[in-house]
């Protein structure tokens, strides 16, 4: 068989793989090998290593109104000007809350993105949370996407050994620092270095 034939019969196979898992990787530029085999579990997998170990887990904010992006004229801290939550997202947000107090789990610190759809589904399955702007989307070249991205990289390196941490971000930010596609309201739990460990849908 020629080579061309060969490449494109191996391409194919690869495609038909991946959409067998169901969508959940999308490989980027710098994606880890944890990235390339899809380490998808349940949430109970996910949580049981996470508060075993500590870290970060990075979670897109729930469903949303329908869209892409943001309404022409988006002014952080004026929710009216954004896309947000839509009801399906706000009960999934709520349902991630009660699951987690089932667990008698609480992290011990909850940040998020300035966008309204972040604030919203951080506030709804964590109540309490602080901002912060490195996890702001840099969709459609917002923000600074080099800096923000070494800022998270910094802190996940000078985290204390056990210490647990909650990220509500976007789909940019979780692909830019681990090479993998989350769906929304799915969650990331990654190691010191940002690579991606374990993934599971929290609060689709």
Not at 29 to 35: I, V
Not at 139 to 161: K, W
Request: charged letters at 20%; one cysteine or more; a positive charge.
């Amino acid at each position: 068989m020629p080579q061309s034939m060969l490449n494109r019969t191996a391409f194919l196979r690869r495609r038909v793989m991946l959409a067998g898992l169901g969508g959940w990787v999308m490989m980027g530029r710098g994606a880890s090998a944890w990235a390339e085999s899809g380490p998808a579990v349940t949430s109970a997998a996910l949580l049981s290593a996470w508060r075993r170990e500590g870290g970060v887990l990075l979670i897109r904010h729930a469903a949303t109104e329908a869209g892409l992006g943001d309404p022409p004229g988006f002014v952080i801290g004026q929710c009216r000007t954004q896309r947000n939550l839509s009801e399906a997202g706000r009960q999934s947000a709520r349902a991630l809350g009660r699951w987690l107090q089932a667990q008698l789990f609480k992290p011990d610190l909850v940040r998020s993105s300035q966008w309204c759809r972040c604030q919203d589904t951080a506030q709804l399955a964590f109540g309490a949370y602080e901002d912060w702007p490195p996890l702001n989307s840099t969709f459609a070249g917002q923000g600074n996407a080099s800096a923000q991205l070494q800022a998270l990289r910094e802190r996940l390196q000078g985290m204390p050994a056990g210490r647990t941490e909650v990220w509500v971000t976007h789909q940019v930010i979780m692909t830019g620092l681990t090479g993998a596609y989350p769906g929304l309201g799915e969650g990331f739990w990654v190691d010191h270095q940002g690579r991606l460990r374990l993934r599971a849908e929290l609060a689709a």
